[in-house]
């Protein structure tokens, strides 16, 4: 029997209670399928780690982690810890160096969520945002000097490299091609920043050429907000820079009912390095401890792991489970305005995993 060997590491806030019903629902969808299994460690970084060490992660910490075939992460962030720091200690240095550089967002309405667009369904709304996820605003590169003076300057360069453009480029063409619509929105604000996006809308154009039975566009980010509201069925999957994609995609989720539920996938596509999968909705320290945090978006990050993996079957057998679950709002938490508790919502994913027919 094929074991895999994931990573879990929680982080902060709701972190520990999504990957905690996560690791149950993944060893559920093993137990089922009957023909693989998951070895899980835990890995206890984060916050609290940082406030007993200094750091976030280990030293080594990439080493422990470098063989395993994917990892399960929870959320970063700290109340105590400025955000730059848990982001950079422990996310970052972990998506950059193992060069995840396709951040995979996919959005739909899933059965018995209701969105906040009057008379979208289903139909209407299924796109995958993917994400650059190496360079351009999160790079790193910039500075202060002068700090505390009046003549104080500060920097943050966004930088985009004709590799790491053109890669994320063919990645998004290719999974546009894969879907049944084969469209791919490039968004840009090649009018105001007129180098780097410039660059972007130029090699979008070049790596089209490799595609031709995908329909493509381009679109201003600023645009495409609009457009996602007023046309979402005329959006499919869509490609953006990395601080554009963060800030569609959170749009995405919330059109498509609620944060709780949305899912991502930090894919390195040559697999040199453990992919790694999560909920974008983040720490959520507002209802930390309550037990009343949305698994779904833990849930489907798992589909995504188990696509990775190579486990198409039980992939599509955990997502109908998922499905099943959202469409009786009895198992809604309280982000859906329901009453259901994390524990509840797990429980009954794992039923519905088990059930004769799934
Ligand atoms: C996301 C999040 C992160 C990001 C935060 C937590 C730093 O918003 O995954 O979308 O900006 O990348
Ligand atoms: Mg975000």
């Keep these: 029997m094929k074991t895999y ?32 299994a998951f070895a899980v460690d835990h890995f206890d970084w984060g916050g609290e780690y940082y406030k007993r060490n200094g750091r976030m992660m280990p030293e080594n910490g990439r080493d422990l982690i470098r063989k395993h075939d994917a990892i399960l992460f929870g959320s970063a962030g700290h109340p105590d810890i400025p955000d730059h720091i848990t982001l950079w200690g422990l996310r970052l240095a972990i998506c950059q160096p193992f060069d995840q550089y396709a951040n995979v967002r996919p959005t ?5 969520i209701k969105s906040p667009l009057r008379d979208v369904g289903p139909d209407r709304l299924d796109w995958v945002i993917v994400r650059e996820n190496s360079e351009g605003e999160y790079a790193g590169v910039g500075g202060r000097a002068h700090q505390g003076s009046p003549l104080e300057v500060a920097t943050d360069v966004a930088m985009f490299t004709r590799a790491g453009v053109a890669r994320i480029m063919r990645y998004a063409f290719k999974l546009a091609r894969s879907r049944p619509r084969k469209k791919l ?12 996006m410039v660059m972007w809308d130029e090699i979008a ?58 899912p991502t996938a930090n894919l390195n596509p040559e697999r040199e390095f453990p992919s790694m999968f999560e909920p974008i909705h983040g720490s959520a320290f507002d209802i930390m401890g309550k037990g009343i945090a949305n698994p779904i978006g833990t849930f489907w990050s798992n589909v995504m792991l188990l696509e990775h993996i190579g486990e198409g079957a039980a992939a599509a057998r955990l997502m109908k489970a998922i499905e099943c679950v959202t469409a009786n709002p009895r198992f809604h938490t309280p982000d859906l305005g329901g009453k259901a508790r994390t524990v509840e919502v797990t429980a009954a994913v794992i039923d519905a995993i088990g059930a004769e027919n799934a």
């Design 5 to 36: 060997k994931i990573a879990a590491i929680p982080g902060d806030g709701i972190g520990g209670e999504v990957v905690s019903a996560g690791v149950e629902v993944l060893a559920a969808i093993a137990k089922r399928d009957g023909k693989f």
């Design 108 to 112: 739909r309405i899933l059965p018995g």
């Design 185 to 196: 929105t490039v968004v840009t604000k090649s009018n105001a920043q007129r180098h780097a």
């Design 205 to 262: 154009a070049e790596i089209a050429k490799e595609f031709p039975d995908v329909a493509w566009d381009k679109m201003l980010v600023d645009a495409m907000t609009m457009r996602m509201v007023i046309k979402p069925e005329t959006v499919d999957t869509v490609v953006a820079t990395n601080l554009h994609a963060d800030i569609l995609s959170d749009l995405a989720a919330a059109l498509a009912g609620s944060l709780g539920i949305a």
